[in-house]
C-alpha cells in the first residue's frame, strides 16, 4: 500500500496508522498547548514504512551489567553501555527462519478461549479501570456523544470512538455509571455516528471534529475536508456496534442503523478490506490490513455479514521469525514487496483475545508474541510490552516492534526512521497481557503500570525504557483498551460471547 495523504508541517498531529492504514488519533497544530502539564505535542503518523534496525556497535571489553527493573519504583536512565549491550542482543535474538507454530495450532480456538483467572476484580483492579475512566470524563463530549482521541483536542477516528464505545460498557459494567446515564451517553453516541456526514456518501472519513462533527483532514479541524475512510477502523467499530446492539436490547435499533447508514460494498472485494485514500483530490483504493490488524478487524466486518474469507485467513500469508527462541508469526507481504509494513505488535492479539476469545487469530500466534517478549526481558532485564502508540515528544508517534519489514524490535516512524531510543512499555499492552495470561510475567507488567504510569486523567501511555521517564501522551485508545481488558476479568468471557453473539 501506498501512502494514504499528503503529511502536514510537522508542528501538527498527523494520523496513526495499524497495519500501514489510517486508523487512530488525528489531532490539530498548536500541540504545544495540549495541556498545563504536558509541554509537548502529541501525534498521529500516516502510514509507516521502516528502515532496517540499526545496527550495535562493538560491545565494551568488560561486560555490562543490564538493569534490573523494580516494578514498585522508577525505573533510571540507560546508560549507553547498557544500551549498546541490549541492542547487541536483541540483533543477535533473531533468527530466520524460524520456528513455525503447528499446522494444527494455526486453528481457531474452539470455543473461544477464556482466560485461566478471570472474575471478580481486585481491589487495585478496580481502581486501575476507574483510574482510566477518568480520561472519557473529560474527553467526552456531551453534545455529540464523541471523544477526543488525545486529552482535550477535538478530533476522533472510528478507531479511537469504538474505544470509547468499549470504555463507556465498561464503565457500566464496572459501576462507575448509572444505568440511565450510560444509556443517554450511549444513544447519543450511536445517534451521532448515523448522521455523520459521510465520504461520498459511503463511509465513514477517517477523522471527523469531535465537537462540530465535520469531516476534516489532519490538523485542519475547522475545514470541512473529507479524505477517505479505514476498513480497519470500520472493522473494530463494526465489532463494538454488534457487542451494544446485542447486549442492550434498549439500543438494539439504535446500533443497527448506524450500520445501516453506510454504504459498505466497497468495503470488501474478492474477500479482502479495501479502504480509500485522497491525494490531490485523486482518490486510491487500496487493499488494508497486513496479518494481526488484518484478522481482527475483518472478523467485525463478517459479523455483518460482509466476505472477508481471505482477510481473516491467518495462515495463507504467514512465515515465522525466531525472537529470543520464540518463532513468532509475521506477515510475509512487507514493505519491499508490497509498499506495506508487516508489523508484529500486541494489540491486535491483545483486542482478539479479550473481544472474541481468538476467533481471528490463533491463540498460539499470540502466546509466541507475549513469550517473545517475556524472553527479551530474561535476557535483558528490561520489562517489554511494544506496540504502537503517541508519543509525548517528537516524532509523536511511533511503531514499536517485535519485528517489521525484516528488523527485530525495531521501533519506527511513518517515514522508516529507526527510533529504538523512544521504544517503550505500553500501559495497554501491559494489562491487556495480564487478564488474558495471569503470569509471573505479566503481573511484574501490570505493578509496573500502576506504579509508575498513573496520571491526573487516566493513564499514560508508556514508559521509556532507555529514557527512564513515563511517556506522558493520554490517549482514549490507550485508556479504553486497558477498561475493557479489566471488564473482560470481571466478566469471565470474550466480550463478544458475554453480549450474545454466536462466534
Not at 480520561?135 to 482521541?149: P, R
Not at 495462515?315 to 518463532?327: E, I, P, R, T
Amino acid at each position: 500500500m501506498n501512502n494514504d495523504f499528503e503529511p502536514p508541517p510537522k508542528k501538527w498531529v498527523l494520523l496513526a496508522t495499524f497495519g500501514g492504514v489510517a486508523t487512530a488519533i488525528a489531532i490539530i497544530f498548536g500541540m504545544e498547548q495540549l495541556s498545563s502539564n504536558l509541554k509537548q505535542p502529541l501525534l498521529s503518523s500516516s502510514t509507516a514504512i521502516a528502515t532496517p534496525t540499526e545496527k550495535a556497535t562493538q560491545p565494551p571489553t568488560q561486560p555490562v551489567r543490564l538493569p534490573t527493573p523494580t516494578p514498585t519504583s522508577t525505573a533510571k536512565p540507560l546508560s549507553a553501555q547498557e544500551i549498546q549491550a541490549i541492542t547487541k542482543l536483541d540483533n543477535e535474538s533473531m533468527k530466520l527462519a524460524g520456528q513455525a507454530v503447528a499446522v494444527e495450532q494455526q486453528e481457531i480456538s474452539n470455543p473461544p478461549y477464556i482466560a485461566p483467572k478471570v472474575g471478580k476484580l481486585t481491589a487495585e483492579e478496580m481502581a486501575t479501570a476507574k483510574q482510566a475512566w477518568r480520561y472519557f470524563e473529560k474527553n467526552w463530549n456531551e453534545d455529540t456523544g464523541l471523544v477526543n482521541s488525545a486529552d482535550g483536542f477535538p478530533a476522533v477516528t472510528l478507531w479511537d470512538q469504538a474505544a470509547a464505545i468499549a470504555a463507556l460498557v465498561s464503565a457500566k459494567e464496572l459501576g462507575f455509571v448509572t444505568e440511565a446515564d450510560f444509556e443517554k451517553k450511549m444513544r447519543r453516541s450511536l445517534q451521532t455516528l448515523a448522521k455523520l456526514k459521510l465520504y461520498k456518501g459511503e463511509l465513514p472519513n477517517k477523522v471527523y471534529n469531535s465537537k462540530t462533527l465535520i469531516p476534516v483532514n489532519y490538523g485542519k479541524l475547522d475545514q470541512s475536508e473529507e479524505i477517505g475512510w479505514s476498513a480497519l477502523d470500520i472493522g473494530r467499530m463494526a465489532i463494538w456496534l454488534k457487542i451494544v446492539a446485542t447486549k442492550y436490547p434498549s439500543l438494539t435499533e439504535d446500533a443497527e442503523a448506524v450500520w445501516k447508514s453506510w454504504k459498505v460494498e466497497r468495503l470488501t472485494k474478492d474477500g479482502q478490506m479495501y479502504g480509500t485514500s485522497v491525494d490531490k483530490g485523486k482518490e486510491s483504493y487500496n487493499q488494508e490490513g497486513r496479518l494481526g490488524y488484518e484478522n481482527y478487524a475483518a472478523y467485525g466486518l463478517k459479523l455483518w455479514g460482509l466476505d472477508v474469507s481471505k482477510a481473516i485467513d491467518a495462515k495463507s500469508q504467514v512465515a515465522f521469525v525466531d525472537l529470543y527462541g520464540q518463532g513468532v508469526p509475521y506477515d510475509k507481504r512487507d514493505y519491499k514487496n508490497s509498499e506495506a509494513n508487516n508489523y508484529v505488535l500486541s494489540e491486535p492479539f491483545i483486542l482478539d483475545g479479550i473481544e472474541t476469545g481468538f476467533q481471528s487469530l490463533p491463540k498460539a500466534y499470540a502466546d509466541r508474541v507475549l513469550a517473545a517478549q517475556e524472553g527479551r526481558y530474561k535476557a535483558t532485564k528490561i520489562l517489554t510490552a511494544v506496540t504502537e502508540d503517541n508519543l509525548d515528544r517528537a516524532p509523536y508517534f511511533v511503531y514499536s516492534t517485535l519485528f517489521v519489514n525484516g528488523s527485530a524490535w525495531a521501533t519506527i516512524t511513518d517515514t522508516r526512521e529507526t527510533r529504538n531510543d523512544l521504544r517503550f512499555l505500553s500501559a495497554k499492552a501491559a494489562i491487556g497481557w495480564h487478564v488474558l495470561y495471569d503470569s509471573a510475567y505479566t503481573q511484574k507488567l501490570f505493578g509496573f503500570v500502576t506504579a509508575n504510569l498513573k496520571a491526573d486523567l487516566g493513564w499514560y501511555n508508556g514508559f521509556y525504557e532507555a529514557l527512564g521517564e513515563p511517556n506522558k501522551s493520554l490517549t482514549a485508545n490507550n485508556n479504553g483498551v486497558i477498561l475493557e481488558s479489566l471488564l473482560y476479568k470481571k466478566v469471565g468471557q470474550p466480550l463478544s460471547v458475554w453480549a450474545g453473539i454466536s462466534p
